[in-house]
C-alpha cells in the first residue's frame, strides 16, 4: 500500500529504505554486495521510497543507490530522498550549511553521484541556527522550478522554523514542504507537542527515522533474557557522547519490556510491533527502516501485515507517554485550565468520519 507524501500526488511506501548502512566508510554498515541485496529485496517487495543523503559514508551510499537502480533500470519507479547541510570540505564554511551557494553546490554533487537528472524529494537535513527561510524556501523553490528537483522537504529543524518557512512557501507561490523528517519512536514521542499538529494545519506529513531508537526496539535488548544489556551498536556507543545512542535509562528499559509483552501477546517480533505503532501514528506518511542484514529487512518489511489490538496499543502509549511539561501542561485536555476555558462542557473537534477517506484498490 502506497501513501500520499503529505499534501502531494507523489505515492511513496509506508516503509521507506534507509541507506545511511550502505558502505563500510565510517566503520559500521555493510559492503556493497550486501547492500544490493538489500535493496533488491526491498524492491522486489513492492517499495518505491529510498533514503539517503550527500553525509552517508562519505557519498558512497549515493552511489550505491543511484548504481543499484540504474542497474535494474528502474529510475520511474523509484523515489529517491537525498539531503543537503552537513559540511563536506573542513574548513570551508560554504561547503556545509543550508545558504544558496551550499545548496546549489550540493545538489549537483547528488546528481552525479546518484546518476540522475532529478531528484525525487531534496531536503534540508539539519537547521544550520543562522540560514533564514527564506533564502532556503526560495533556493528549493528555484531548484523545482529547474527541474532539478521534484519535492522539497525538511528535517530536524524547530517546529516555529518549519512553519515559518511552510507559510512563506504559500504565502509566495513557492514549492512547498512536503514532509517534514523526525525522529518519533516509542521512546522518543517529544515531536507530538508540535509537530503533530503543525503538519495536519499547514499541510505536510511527517516521515519518521529512527522508529527503532538506534536499535533499542529490535529485539537485541530483552530485559527477560538480558537484564538490560545486549551487544548491538547501542551497547557498542553507549559512552560515545552522542546522544542519538543515550538510551539506557529506567524508562526506557520499562518501555522495552512492555514492547516485548505485547510482542509475545500478538505472535510478532518487538521490531514489528514497534513499528506497527509508530506507522500508524496520526499524520506520519512513511517510516524509515535500515539494516545490515537480509533476515533484519524482512521481518522489518512484515511490520504492516497485523494489527495491535486497541488494548495493547494502549498500554503501549501508557508506558511510552512523554512528561508533560509547561506550557504544554496548560493545553491537555483533562487540565484543569482547559476546563475553565470552556466552561465545564465537553468540547471535541470533528470526528475522523467527518473528512472522507480516499482508498483507491488494486486489482
Known amino acids: 500500500m502506497y501513501y500520499t507524501l503529505g499534501n502531494t500526488g507523489l505515492k511513496v511506501s509506508r516503509l521507506a529504505l534507509g541507506t545511511m548502512t550502505f558502505g563500510e566508510d565510517w566503520g559500521w554498515g555493510t559492503d556493497e554486495a550486501n547492500a544490493r541485496q538489500l ?6 517487495a513492492g517499495g518505491n521510497f529510498i533514503d539517503t543523503a550527500n553525509l552517508y559514508t562519505n557519498g558512497n551510499s549515493e552511489r ?16 529517491i530522498t537525498t539531503k543537503f547541510s552537513y559540511n563536506t570540505e573542513p574548513g570551508n564554511p560554504n561547503t556545509g550549511g543550508n545558504g544558496r551557494k551550499n545548496i546549489l553546490r550540493s545538489v549537483e554533487g547528488s546528481l ?9 524529494l531534496y531536503m534540508l537535513h539539519t537547521w544550520d541556527q543562522v540560514t533564514p527561510a527564506e533564502e532556503v524556501m526560495s533556493t528549493l523553490d528555484t531548484l523545482v522550478r529547474s527541474g532539478k528537483v521534484r519535492y522539497v522537504a525538511l528535517s530536524d529543524a524547530p517546529a516555529w522554523y518549519m512553519a515559518q ?13 512536503s514532509t517534514m523528517q523526525l525522529e518519533y519512536s516509542l521512546v522518543e514521542r517529544n515531536i507530538e507537542f508540535e509537530y503533530t499538529a503543525l503538519a ?3 499541510g505536510t506529513s511527517i516521515m519518521v527515522w529512527s522508529p527503532l531508537a538506534g536499535g533499542l526496539l529490535s529485539g ?8 538490560g544489556e545486549g551487544s548491538g551498536r547501542l551497547a557498542t556507543m553507549a559512552n560515545s557522547g552522542n546522544p542519538v545512542f543515550d538510551r539506557f535509562t529506567e524508562k526506557n528499559w520499562a518501555i522495552v519490556a512492555e514492547l516485548e509483552q505485547v510482542a509475545k501477546q500478538v505472535n510478532r517480533s518487538m521490531p514489528q510491533v514497534a513499528l506497527n505503532w509508530v506507522v500508524n501514528r496520526p499524520m506520519v506518511s512513511s517510516v524509515i527502516i535500515g539494516a545490515t542484514k537480509l533476515h533484519q529487512l524482512q521481518d522489518n518489511l512484515g511490520a504492516l501485515d497485523f494489527e495491535i489490538p486497541i488494548e495493547l496499543q494502549q498500554k503501549l502509549d501508557e508506558v511510552s ?6 506550557p504544554y501542561t496548560f493545553f491537555e485536555s483533562s487540565s484543569q485550565m482547559q476546563t475553565m476555558i470552556h466552561g465545564g462542557v465537553t468540547v471535541g473537534d470533528k470526528s475522523p468520519s467527518y473528512a472522507l477517506e480516499t482508498l483507491v484498490q488494486g486489482s
Open 39 to 44: 535493496f533488491d529485496a526491498y524492491v522486489e
Open 64 to 79: 550505491m543507490v543511484g548504481k543499484f537502480i540504474k542497474d535494474r533500470g528502474i529510475r520511474d519507479r523509484m523515489v
Open 112 to 120: 552525479e553521484r546518484l546518476e540522475t537528472d532529478y531528484i525525487d
Open 165 to 177: 518557512a511552510q507559510t512563506l512557501a504559500k504565502e509566495r507561490h513557492w514549492e512547498p514542504i
Open 200 to 202: 495536519k494545519n499547514l
Open 220 to 227: 537485541k535488548y530483552k530485559p527477560s533474557e538480558q537484564g
Open 321 to 326: 507517554r512523554p512528561e508533560v511539561r509547561s
